[in-house]
């Protein structure tokens, strides 16, 4: 098996490629359109029912709430949607077959990953972070009717509407390394909402009480969504820390990709 490109097969070009061939699928536009408008649609509606329910609710209720993370909490569904996306960029090729078109014009293999990757991440950092700040300004001028609003200013705030779009990415690169590693849409999807929505809870309630502390903070999306608490969480690592172990998560992912793409035939 050939292991090098051709001549003129440069990394820009393969990322044009991949490019074109992201822009083309259906799933793209239909999954980041949903994504947008699931982030601020729930974010600013609800704003908008605290904001309606503010005199009804409760002194203790109303020291808990946190303004920044009633406009985010769309993040939770547009996880999903980024991760499904993930691994269909790639499982995609494997289902139609054009992922031996692709390995012929680039047999090195490696670049392909690393592109599909860069591509990947470029559009849905850029996405998360217009839909998080969208759902952030909305949903605050709603609870401005009542003055609980919250300002980017405030301490935690500009790290945690940042960092969502930063989570969101980094959750959309690990559906990218499982549908390297899986190949297939059903296991690699089924594989990446095990990881990071049952494990978490499982974890969380299967554990002993001692053990907790020691195992739940290092999860995967646990660790990153540190980065997205204004205020500190039980059981949480401080925001970057945490960030960082995401981040490593997600490296020690696409690097078990790379070495699986090139062990086994397209």
Excluded: H
Excluded at 73 to 99: C, D, H, K, N, P
Excluded at 158 to 186: D, H, K, N, P
Excluded at 201 to 225: C, M
């Amino acid at each position: 098996m050939t292991t090098t490109n051709p001549p003129g097969v440069t990394f820009g070009r393969v990322m044009r490629s991949e490019w074109v061939k992201f822009r083309s699928l259906t799933s793209t536009s239909v999954t980041i359109t949903a994504a947008v408008a699931g982030m601020v649609g729930l974010g600013w509606l609800t704003c908008a029912l605290y904001a309606d329910r503010w005199p009804q609710l409760t002194e203790q209720t109303r020291e808990r709430l946190e303004p920044t993370a009633l406009s985010l909490q769309g993040y939770a569904l547009v996880q999903l949607a980024f991760g499904v996306l993930g691994v269909l960029v790639v499982s995609g090729e494997y289902s139609t077959g054009q992922i031996r078109s692709t390995f012929s014009a680039v047999p090195a293999r490696t670049p392909v990953l690393l592109a599909k990757a860069a591509v990947f991440a470029a559009v849905t950092l850029v996405v998360g972070e217009l839909a998080a700040f969208a759902a952030f300004l909305g949903g605050q001028a709603f609870l401005s009717s009542q003055d609980i609003e919250t300002t980017l200013a405030a301490p935690g705030v500009l790290r945690a509407v940042s960092g969502t779009g930063l989570y969101l990415t980094g959750i959309g690169l690990l559906g990218v390394a499982f549908g390297w590693l899986v190949r297939y849409t059903a296991g690699a999807i089924a594989g990446l909402v095990a990881l990071v929505l049952i494990v978490p809870g499982l974890a969380g309630t299967l554990l002993p009480q001692s053990w907790a502390p020691y195992v739940v903070p290092y999860l995967p999306s646990t660790a990153g969504q540190a980065l997205l608490a204004v205020r500190p969480q039980p059981l949480s690592l401080p925001p970057w820390t945490g960030f960082a172990w995401f981040c490593g998560y997600v490296v020690v992912a696409l690097a078990a990709a790379a070495v699986v793409l090139k062990r086994r035939d397209a």
